[in-house]
């Protein structure tokens, strides 16, 4: 199996910049993609940023420019650095480790964090 635990979250305020970290355990060898995703009260969870284990990245386009995701492979774990933070950025981000689709690890689950609170002040 794989786990998953972010953190860093906290308030800032507007302007302002957070980094998350994610750490993963267990099967990491299992994981293909890491990602950052934001869910907000009556909205469904977004996806910020993915890295997969080549490096390919994607963002949402939005944030291109303000969000920046980092990955350590060598030591499984993912960052996400937000810059220039606004009020909108407010939500519960989660990591998303997405596992290899062979034979190995059909066993395993994509696996998501708990969430960290992220809070921009206005």
């Known amino acids: 199996q794989v786990q998953v635990v972010e953190s860093g979250g906290g308030l800032v305020q507007t302007g302002g910049s957070l980094r998350l970290s994610c750490a993963a355990s267990g099967d990491t060898f299992c994981i293909d993609t890491m990602g950052w995703f934001r869910q907000v009260p009556g909205k469904e969870r977004e996806l910020l940023a993915t890295?997969?284990?080549?490096?390919?990245?994607v963002y949402k386009f939005s944030l291109m420019g303000r969000f920046t995701i980092t990955r350590d492979n060598a030591k499984n774990t993912a960052a996400l650095q937000m810059n220039n933070l606004e009020p909108e950025d407010t939500g519960v981000y989660y990591c998303?480790?997405?596992?290899?689709?062979?034979?190995?690890?059909?066993?395993?689950?994509?696996?998501w964090g708990q969430g960290t609170l992220v809070t921009v002040s206005s």
């Open positions: 998303k480790a997405e596992i290899d689709g062979g034979s190995t690890c059909a066993h395993i689950s994509d696996t």
């Open positions: 890295m997969n284990r080549a490096g390919t990245t």
